[in-house]
């Protein structure tokens, strides 16, 4: 548990400093920043994929596999909607693992009494702290 919070504090070092060049265009700067939010969804995927190669599993392969799809998918929004993905991938973040960070309410709309994850509750209990270091860095995006 000690190397997970060491390395997430490393990241989330990195990710904050981590700031377009000026000399980038507007188009250069919203795609320097989507590669930022790839990498950090890379990291939950990774750790889906270490935790399932463990002896025993501690993530099963199906639920290793709906991790994998999940991010395939919000990654290809990214390249499809460069300027517009953030709403999208949030909610896919929100439908995987119910995080409350990631849900997006309307006006006057509450948080859902109830929500049911695609992924159980051990494996959202293991992968809950690289999911909220994406939802850091999502929330870092302008």
Not at 5 to 17: E, H, K, P, Y
Not at 32 to 56: G, M, T, Y
Not at 102 to 108: K, S, T, V
Request: proline content about 11%.
């Amino acid at each position: 548990m000690k190397k997970v919070a060491l390395f997430l504090l490393v990241v989330l070092m990195a990710s904050g400093c981590t700031k377009a060049p000026p000399a980038l265009s507007p188009e250069a700067v919203v795609a320097f920043q989507a590669l930022r939010v790839i990498k950090v969804l890379d990291v939950v995927r990774d750790a889906a994929i270490a935790a399932n190669e463990l002896s025993p599993p501690a993530i099963s392969t199906n639920d290793t596999r709906t991790v994998v799809l999940w991010h395939k998918v919000a990654v290809q929004t990214i390249a499809a909607t460069p300027g517009g993905w953030k709403p999208t991938v949030k909610a896919s973040i929100y439908a995987l693992s119910c995080h409350p960070q990631a849900y997006m309410p309307g006006p006057g709309i509450p948080l859902p009494d109830a929500c049911t994850p695609q992924i159980p509750a051990d494996v959202n209990a293991r992968l809950r702290p690289y999911i909220g270091l994406a939802l850091v860095v999502i929330m870092e995006v302008q």
